[in-house]
């Protein structure tokens, strides 16, 4: 039929982009978070008694508050977020009463993107002394059993003996053949 006409796609079909692809890592807002937020804290450790320190520990708390709300524009940044989150973590254990919903929030925010980028969090266990006390904990350096690691072995155990059958195989039929 010479009356149909049928539009040209060919221009308009592009490749899809994520913005996320296009962002330059030192365009990423969650690097300035983390920087503001080091530095609050580092002026909040440093601050003396009375006056100074309460409003140092306000900058401190509103630039944690910022941090855990600043979305990651790419992967590396989600890295740094994590490698930041785990350090404020580990150094603020002893205070985190005071830090409130923002440590719920934090911890949730590392342990939500240690997940989404197949990073394990480190797990810490107490270690027991051959008396049975428990003495401070340590780093469990044993790799985490994963799915996707079990995912991989398998098909490859399955071909192995998949290819060990038809050596064998084989070599039984060429025993039988050389007898007759």
């Known amino acids: 039929m010479s009356h149909v006409h049928f539009p040209d796609f060919s221009q308009s079909l592009r490749p899809v982009v994520l913005d996320a692809e296009r962002i330059p890592l030192h365009a990423d807002p969650i690097l300035a978070a983390i920087e503001r937020h080091s530095e609050a804290w580092s002026v909040f450790q440093v601050a003396p008694n ?23 524009a790419t992967r590396a940044g989600m890295l740094c977020l994590i490698r930041h989150l785990r350090w404020f973590l580990a150094e603020e254990a002893s205070n985190a009463d005071s830090h409130g919903d923002a440590w719920a929030i934090a911890q949730a925010r590392e342990a939500d993107l240690s997940h989404c980028l ?11 002394l051959p008396s049975g006390r428990l003495i401070g904990p340590t780093i469990d350096l044993r790799p985490a059993p994963t799915p996707a690691r079990l995912a991989r072995t398998l098909p490859v155990g399955a071909e192995l003996l998949a ?18």
């Open 50 to 72: 009375g006056e100074t320190a309460m409003r140092a520990e306000d900058d401190a708390d509103a630039a944690l508050m910022a941090l855990l709300g600043t979305p990651c």
């Open 118 to 128: 197949g990073v394990e969090p480190v797990q810490r266990l107490p270690l027991a």
């Open 163 to 180: 290819a060990l059958v038809v050596i064998g195989d084989g070599a039984v039929l060429t025993g039988l053949a050389s007898l007759l």
